[in-house]
């Protein structure tokens, strides 16, 4: 059963998160001094929330306090800058073919292999993301190595 200081602090942690994600949805152009401010004021919650527990040893809530310190300045980008969003769901929906493809196939099995399916990986994205044909593309590239020098 987690303690209850753990629960509450875990909450206040969410709560950030919320509260930026609600100033936003109320403040619907905000100028860039009041998404300043406002990220000052999350990013001082979160430096005091982060300083809380993460020089405590061996409490539950140490490493997430730890992350919460070293990665302040990335917290709230999405209250910052306009057109970032709060969450990195578009990432991982874009690794997700690659991690599926690693699970059914078992993985590489040497470093040479891992690096030609990421690269390949990436290329094929790219292009797709492009609205490119990526076989045309593969197409071209396997033409362009195979013509004499």
């Not at 509450?8 to 709560?15: I, N, Y």
């Not at 949805?25 to 001082?44: F, G, K, V």
């Not at 809530?61 to 910052?80: G, I, N, S, T, Y």
Request: contains cysteine.
């Amino acid at each position: 059963m987690a303690r209850p200081e753990v629960i509450l602090w875990t909450r206040e942690v969410r709560a950030l998160y919320d509260a930026g994600k609600a100033w936003l949805a109320t403040h619907l152009t905000p100028s860039d001094a009041e998404r300043a401010a406002q990220y000052d004021t999350l990013l001082q919650r979160a430096c005091t929330l982060g300083q809380q527990y993460a020089l405590v040893s061996k409490h539950p809530c140490r490493a997430l306090a730890k992350r919460l310190l070293r990665h302040q300045d990335e917290l709230f980008q999405f209250v910052l800058k306009p057109g970032v969003p709060a969450d990195n769901n578009f990432a991982e929906r874009a690794l997700r073919p690659l991690v599926i493809i690693r699970k059914i196939s078992g993985g590489s099995r040497s470093p040479a292999g891992s690096e030609t399916r990421l690269t390949l990986f990436s290329l094929l994205s790219t292009w797709t993301a492009r609205g490119l044909n990526p076989f045309l593309h593969c197409v071209d590239l396997l033409q362009a190595s195979a013509a004499p020098p």
